[in-house]
Nanobody, 124 residues
Framework: QVQLVESGGGLVQAGGSLRLSCAAS????????MGWFRQAPGKEREFVAA????????LYADSVKERITISRDNAKNTVYLQMNSLKPEDTAVYYC?????????????????WGQGTQVTVSA
């Protein structure tokens, strides 16, 4: 069992930046690919970014790839999401997730463990 705890959300003006963190309570963090997803009110959960367990490969949604960077520190059992040039449409609850599979995925159904989410609100 892996517990994931997100932090770093909040209220920011358009054009601002936020750095989300997700801390994992497992001694085998480096065995998991990690992903970030988001869900806006009235919308389905959508993929944002994912990172290979080694940190050597990343995936991004087209809507964010010029503004968002995913990274991880396996020594700290933590994955990060640096978000720059934020827009009101980035407003959502952001979730991190862990996948113990082989292939790095964008599909939420492939992820095995989920955090409780952190709210990001971008004002115009």
């Amino acid at each position: 069992q892996v517990q994931l705890v997100e932090s770093g959300g909040g209220l920011v003006q358009a054009g601002g930046s936020l750095r989300l963190s997700c801390a994992a309570s497992t001694g085998t963090f480096s065995n998991y690919h990690m992903g970030w997803f988001r869900q806006a009110p009235g919308k389905e959960r959508e993929f944002v970014a994912a990172i290979h367990w080694s940190g050597g490969r990343t995936l991004y949604a087209d809507s964010v790839k010029e503004r968002i960077t995913i990274s991880r520190d396996n020594a700290k059992n933590t994955v990060y999401l640096q978000m720059n040039s934020l827009k009101p449409e980035d407003t959502a609850v952001y979730y991190c997730a862990a996948d113990r599979g082989v292939i790095l995925h964008m599909r939420s159904s492939e992820y095995d463990y989920w955090g409780q989410g952190t709210q990001v609100t971008v004002s115009a």
